[in-house]
T-cell receptor, first 117, second 109 residues
Framework: GAVVSQHPSRVICKSGTSVKIECRSL??????MFWYRQFPKQSLMLMAT?????????EQGVEKDKFLINHASLTLSTLTVTSAHPEDSSFYIC?????????????FGPGTRLLVL | KQEVTQIPAALSVPEGENLVLNCSFT??????LQWFRQDPGKGLTSLLL?????REQTSGRLNASLDKSSGRSTLYIAASQPGDSATYLC????????FGTGTRLKVLA
């Protein structure tokens, strides 16, 4: 099956710094990538949807200026958490789809655990 | 607002039991339904995908069914093993997925 990787898998940063998380589709072209956030003992909540070469679409309540998403190529999307604060500590998971082939299946990355001190 | 509910929230069973996990959703439009497994602190592993035109999918000891008219899906696990212990999530959607709250399964040896 299709493989999606995320980097880093775990990051600890100081409050006020910015953190970049990469999501890569390794063996297919991802026309669309999704970013999810999961707080402890809760389910995944969609943050935003990004299409290659265009601006991301953010879900209600997600600050686009705080969570910057760049889908620069068909295999890479990045999520930058700007001026991170302890409440941003969470598990961030991306998924990728190749909607250009008419497939709605989402392939998920292994996740990135962010801890903001 | 579309919601996805999973029942039970937690389940503990002895090894060898057959069990059923339930997923219900409020929007019965034609969507895909996907079941995932999540181990503690890990990402998601896709188990079964039922596309909108299908009624069920099977993989090994797992069988998932989809009833769009009632807005329900079930995941059947046969002959459960301790290695099946994890959180099971269902997700409903076509372009954007709405995730359920999950069922935490513990299979006792």
């Amino acid at each position: 099956g299709a493989v999606v990787s995320q980097h880093p898998s775990r990051v600890i940063c100081k409050s006020g710094t910015s953190v970049k998380i990469e999501c890569r589709s390794l063996d297919f072209q991802a026309t669309t990538m999704f970013w999810y956030r999961q707080f402890p003992k809760q389910s995944l909540m969609l943050m935003a949807t990004s299409n290659e070469g265009s601006k991301a679409t953010y879900e209600q309540g997600v600050e686009k200026d705080k969570f910057l998403i760049n889908h620069a190529s068909l295999t890479l999307s990045t999520l930058t958490v700007t001026s991170a604060h302890p409440e941003d500590s969470s598990f961030y998971i991306c998924s990728a789809s190749d909607l250009g082939r008419g497939e709605a299946t989402q392939y998920f990355g292994p996740g990135t655990r962010l801890l903001v001190l | 607002k579309q919601e996805v509910t999973q029942i039970p929230a937690a389940l503990s069973v002895p090894e060898g039991e057959n069990l059923v996990l339930n997923c219900s959703f409020t929007d019965s439009a034609i969507y895909n339904l996907q079941w995932f497994r999540q181990d503690p602190g890990k990402g998601l592993t896709s188990l079964l995908l039922i596309q909108s035109s299908q009624r069920e999918q099977t993989s090994g000891r797992l069988n998932a069914s989809l009833d769009k008219s009632s807005g329900r899906s079930t995941l059947y696990i046969a002959a459960s093993q301790p290695g099946d212990s994890a959180t099971y999530l269902c997700a409903h959607g076509t372009y954007k997925y709405i995730f359920g709250t999950g069922t935490r399964l513990k299979v006792l040896a």
